[in-house]
């Protein structure tokens, strides 16, 4: 049987997260490198920017430029890569940084933390004027977001409760409804990681040590598995001219010396033909 995935990039990552699909490229972070990744698909050009400390997340911005999630906050790029503004979240916290980041439809950011013992952390709005609202408390490892096309249900990943969440959401202003399963993850099927939305409201989702990504319908029923020839599989979107392939990031991270033996493309960027569009790229409106 012919392989469902491409390699796009044997990019040897660590931590590959983060790709969302902006002016023909691929855009991902290898987090603790501290590394933002503009790749082109057709060329397989990578040009990479060292930030210097850990991101979390990279989105393109409205007006030009990128917001970042990084240790102690949010940093807002202009056109050029340089930071004009930093918003603190938990920025008292040495344990804590930023992780998955996505915006709604009208371009408010929302991210989530996670802290090395996996404890404490949070999801957070940020408003097109900066203001930071907490969304909820209570959170393991904040990963995987998402929204319906019609901009009517929140999906997110809380990763050790092994569930995709549905929660109803007010696009008019920002609030979410009360936290609903969708999606259980057996034992032993790989943790819940990053997630995409496909323009038929069906939930892509990565998955960390179970070396596949799924698609779900809107009530949570499995409607497809594409197995890749790595473990540690991190986040997708949908991209290219027509949003119609499916990019997936990978991880290194924490293999020993067999099972990355085993694995030589860990760490590496990936296509898969999904048979279904995306939607369009929501970038920060701030």
């Not at 796009?8 to 023909?24: C, I, R, S, T």
Request: charged share 25%.
């Amino acid at each position: 049987m012919a392989a469902e995935w491409d390699v796009v990039l044997e990019a040897g990552a660590d931590l590959a997260e983060g790709p969302v699909w902006a002016g023909g490229e691929l855009w991902w972070v290898d987090i603790d490198g501290g590394r933002v990744h503009r790749t082109d698909p057709a060329t397989g050009a990578d040009e990479v920017i060292e930030h210097g400390e850990p991101v979390g997340a990279v989105i393109p911005r409205v007006d030009g430029g990128a917001v970042l999630g990084v240790r102690d906050g949010v940093a807002l790029l202009d056109a050029e890569g340089r930071e004009e503004q930093r918003i603190p979240i938990e920025a008292d916290d040495p344990e804590s940084r930023m992780n998955d980041a996505k915006c709604d439809p009208v371009g408010r950011l929302f991210t989530g933390t996670m802290t090395h013992d996996h404890r404490r952390s949070a999801l957070y709005r940020v408003d097109h004027d900066g203001t930071v609202a907490t969304v909820f408390t209570g959170v393991g490892i904040s990963n995987g977001l998402g929204w319906s096309p019609d901009g009517t249900r929140l999906y997110y990943i809380d990763t050790p409760t092994q569930r995709v969440d549905v929660r109803d959401y007010d696009v008019a202003t920002g609030g979410v409804g009360e936290r609903a399963p969708l999606v259980h993850v057996a034992e032993g099927e790989g943790f819940p990681d990053g997630m995409t939305v496909d323009a038929e409201g069906g939930l892509w989702v990565a998955f960390w040590d179970g070396g596949c990504v799924r698609r779900y319908d809107p009530d949570g029923a499995l409607l497809r598995t594409v197995a890749l020839p790595v473990d540690r599989v991190t986040s997708c979107t949908f991209g290219g001219a027509d949003l119609d392939r499916l990019f997936v990031t990978t991880a290194s991270t924490g293999l020993d010396d067999a099972r990355r033996a085993a694995q030589p493309l860990a760490g590496a960027i990936f296509a898969v033909d999904p048979g279904v569009r995306g939607t369009p790229l929501s970038r920060f409106a701030g």
